[in-house]
């Protein structure tokens, strides 16, 4: 059983709607298929509607001397067979996928339209900062005209225009000679090449080293270091130490742990610390989250495993993203000093240098220590001297006082 | 002021007009004793006699030839073709005459006649009773070309059509005459030719179009207007000449622009419209200029699935408007 709807047919070529002048069923009434059902009245005929089912007429919806447009429903039949209702609703229960949330398109975010140009020049506008709400992030010309009426007016800055214009600029052709080697740049190179400019560039990078005197650290290491490889089959570096004793000033300092965002300065609440890995021709920022809440040993272990999943290509941008402060082993290429460039959106580095062991005076008089150098690049707009100084004397402070009394490695 | 359908505007505007001027007269295949296959001219033979409302041989060309004849002579014959569709036998007339008459004789002699024929789809007519002929004239410098979309519209044109003194085909869509029903004075009034009407405003989107499709366009503005899309509407009103100045400004108004016709695609008036707008108004477009219209198939197909696949509809115009608004 299945309820039907009889709408009104059309009855000639203008015909848009039809009287009903006279009903030749009552409801109850059995029809088959093709009984005239009802007599209709249009401006260039009358004539008499046939059913389309063969049923019960179940409800006459349109009364005598009604008049309804075609296709509006007349009259409604129960019928035999299976109804185009139910069927509808079978395809109807088809499960809906759910559009995927995805990231905002842009990629038309810098296709102007005529107008779009002509208002951005008359208005010496910057189109760059407007946000465009069209299609792919497109800025449209209602955007700008909401901008003009605002009277808010991005404007072009000179030194900017003159930093787009470096950056668009082609390289110029270089000659190569014979026995040169053209090597393609490949993805990874080209996203560190892009980031590296793109934070030289943004960011007004400053500079401050101090020297660390860790030769309590080293002697506690070094007698440690045998027993650790046999209880946890891998090596307790220094680098877990310096890892350890940033992350604890950070919690101190967190200033350090923020990002520059034109209108403000986003400080972060974890401590998730990006670590440099090379490999071969690639560098890796593998991060270490909340390491202010891991113990030595946790942060060892990590560093271990990224090392191990780096040189095995198998790291994943879960294991990169995050990062809020990066700390950089440069020690280990034998550097004794660097100036590191600030990994973006971040707000400082540290290089980690080389431990090297030199004479250094104590009390008037010499002695031989083992001395290291960390050298901080820091985003001057959001840091100042004064409290990255402050944060390196405590993360000084924390190295120089590790020594076998005080340190925790689990 | 009373509610009229589309085609009561038609009789009522012809009805008025013979009664204020004895040299309009009508001629056509069953316009008088019959009122016209589609009761355009009901009643007229009653009240105005056989002399004034002519039953002629169905043969387009003698229709137009006729009537150019009478109107060289200095009456005013609206003749009526019974479907568009037929109007191709009076093609030389209308062209190579009708058109040319007051320029092949030096302003010493003009053409008055207004030719009135049923047009478009949607009506399950099928090919000889639903095409859109316009295109076809739509190049003939002498020729105006008169589209309505409303009752009010058609009384205030018709008039103005018979009262023009060179020839006029006014174009009348079939769906509309029993689907379109307005408030029309009944104060004698008359619409200029030759100017394009705004039939809504709007500052998000611009649709350009005639005919049936301004109700649609209407339609679905109205739809949109819930979401906070805004949509400027110009009715052509007169496919030829067109209103440029109407144009480049409804354009400009808001540089993403619609233009919607029934007719077949390529070759249509709105690539006209198009051409206009890319001529005048490059540095206000923000958006492709898009064109919504008929496959490009030679005639209206018959079965219902096929006719709605071929007809533009609200559904259709939604569409893209809706893809021009979020451009």
Not at chain 1, 190 to 197: E, F, L, R, S, Y
Not at chain 2, 54 to 79: F, H, K, Q
Not at chain 2, 219 to 248: F, S, W
Request: net charge negative.
């Amino acid at each position: 059983m299945a309820t039907e709807k009889i709408t009104m047919p059309q009855l000639g070529e203008s015909v848009t709607e039809g009287t009903i002048s006279s009903w030749l069923v009552k409801e109850g009434d059995k029809v088959t298929k093709y009984d005239p059902i009802a007599e209709v009245l249009t401006d260039k005929v009358s004539a008499e509607v046939p059913s389309s089912f063969t049923g019960v007429i179940k409800e006459l919806v349109a009364s005598e001397g009604e008049t309804i447009s075609v296709g509006d429903v007349m009259c409604l039949m129960e019928t035999e067979e299976k109804g185009a209702r139910e069927k509808e609703k079978t395809t109807a229960e088809q499960p809906q996928t759910d559009p995927v949330p995805t990231e905002p398109d842009q990629s038309m975010k810098k296709r102007y339209s005529p107008a779009v140009l002509r208002l951005a020049q008359e208005h010496d506008l910057e189109l760059n900062h407007v946000t465009g709400t069209g299609k792919g992030g497109r800025v449209t010309r209602k955007d700008l005209e909401k901008i003009i009426q605002s009277g808010e007016l991005p404007q072009k800055e000179e030194q900017e225009a003159s930093i787009s214009s470096h950056t668009t600029s082609q390289p110029s052709e270089t000659i190569t000679h014979a026995g040169d080697m053209e090597i393609p740049v490949s993805g990874v190179r080209k996203a560190i090449a892009q980031n590296m400019v793109r934070s030289k560039q943004e960011i007004p990078h400053a500079w401050m080293t101090v020297e660390v005197d860790v030769t309590d650290l080293v002697s506690y290491r070094n007698r440690m270091k045998k027993e650790f490889m046999e209880k946890e089959g891998f090596n307790l570096t220094y680098f877990a130490f310096f890892v350890k004793a940033v992350a604890q000033a950070l919690k101190k300092y967190p200033q350090l742990n923020s990002t520059w965002q034109e209108d403000k300065i986003i400080q972060r609440k974890a401590i998730n610390l990006s670590i440099a890995v090379a490999a071969e021709d690639k560098l890796f920022v593998p991060v270490i989250k909340n390491a202010d809440e891991k113990s030595m040993k946790g942060i060892a272990k990590e560093i271990f495993e990224f090392a191990n999943k780096a040189k095995a290509n198998a790291l994943t941008s879960q294991d990169m993203e995050g990062g809020t402060f990066t700390v950089n082993n440069t020690g280990s290429f034998g550097s004794i000093h660097s100036m590191g460039i600030i990994n973006h959106p971040q707000s400082a580095i540290l290089q980690i240098e080389s431990i090297v062991k030199r004479p250094v005076i104590i009390n008037n008089m010499f002695a031989a220590r083992d001395m290291v150098n960390l050298s901080l690049s820091l985003d001057h707009r959001v840091l100042d001297g004064l409290i990255c100084g402050r944060f390196l004397a405590y993360v000084k402070e924390l190295l120089e006082s590790m020594s076998e009394e005080n340190i925790q490695i689990y | 002021m009373p509610v009229m359908s589309y085609i009561q505007a038609v009789t009522t505007a012809l009805k008025e007009e013979m009664l204020r001027d004895e040299k309009v007269f009508i001629l056509g295949e069953d316009v008088g004793k019959k009122g016209g296959v589609f009761r355009a001219t009901e009643g007229l033979y009653n009240e105005f006699g056989e002399y004034r409302v002519l039953d002629t041989p169905l043969s387009e060309s003698a229709i137009a030839g006729v009537g150019i004849g009478a109107a060289m002579y200095g009456m005013r014959p609206v003749a009526e073709m019974q479907f568009a569709d037929f109007i191709m036998p009076a093609v030389n007339q209308i062209i190579s005459e009708a058109a040319k008459t007051r320029y092949r004789s030096n302003n010493d002699w003009n053409v008055p006649i207004t030719i009135r024929a049923p047009y478009g789809g949607g009506v399950h007519g099928a090919l000889y009773h639903s095409q859109s002929v316009e295109a076809v004239f739509a190049n003939q410098p002498g020729l105006k070309i008169v589209m309505p979309s409303s009752p009010y519209d058609v009384k205030g044109l018709l008039k103005a059509a018979i009262r023009d003194n060179d020839p006029v085909l006014f174009f009348e869509h079939k769906r509309a005459y029993r689907l379109l029903k307005e408030e029309v004075p009944n104060e004698d009034y008359v619409l200029p030719i030759g100017k394009a009407d705004v039939k809504r405003e709007g500052s998000d989107i611009t649709v350009i179009t005639y005919g049936l499709c301004v109700h649609f366009a209407l339609q679905t503005a109205e739809k949109l207007a819930n979401e906070g899309i805004e949509t400027h509407i110009l009715d052509l009103r007169t496919v030829y000449p067109l209103d440029k100045e109407g144009i480049i400004e409804a354009a400009s108004k808001t540089g993403k622009v619609l233009l919607i016709t029934e007719d077949n695609k390529e070759g249509s008036i709105i690539g006209e419209v198009g051409a206009i707008i890319a001529e005048n108004c490059l540095f206000d477009l923000d958006a492709p200029v898009m064109r919504l219209a008929g496959p490009d198939v030679p005639a209206m197909p018959f079965a219902p699935t096929m006719e709605k696949f071929f007809m533009v509809n609200p559904d259709k115009c939604e569409k893209a408007m809706r893809e021009l608004a979020e451009f």
